[in-house]
């Protein structure tokens, strides 16, 4: 059985590089890293240790700093790198086909860090 996914679909000009916005997909919010590389990412916006949204953090390279406490998350892989957050993120699925940039959201996912 295939499970419905929700998408969000922006144009690649609406973030510059190294930059990060919240979204809402369904009923997930979702942080968008366009890094400096040119790479789209996408992860859960709220930090594993608080509530705290980490597209209101620092993004460097491939890691998003957390504004509340300072965890750092790999926008590649919601590895968490460093205390006090101890649980990784969701990450989701981005294509980009020419200027758009599509964000597809399990909104019921199997198994993963704790949603």
């Known amino acids: ?9 922006l144009q690649s000009s609406e973030i510059p590089l190294a930059e990060m916005r919240r979204l809402m997909v369904g009923e997930v919010a979702i942080c968008l890293a366009h890094t400096e590389d040119g790479g789209w990412y996408a ?5 594993t240790h608080e509530d705290c949204s980490l597209s209101q953090g620092e993004l460097t390279d491939h890691l998003v700093e957390c504004p509340c406490h300072g965890s750092r998350f790999d926008v590649r892989t919601g590895e968490v790198l460093n205390l006090p957050a101890v649980i990784p993120v969701w990450t989701h699925r ?8 599509l964000v597809d959201v399990d909104p019921t996912p199997v198994g993963g860090p704790w949603r």
């Not at 992860?43 to 930090?47: E, G, L, N, R, V």
């Open 94 to 101: 981005v294509a980009v086909t020419g200027d758009q940039v």
């Open 43 to 47: 992860i859960d916006d709220t930090c």
């Open 1 to 9: 059985m295939t499970r419905a996914l929700d998408q969000a679909i």
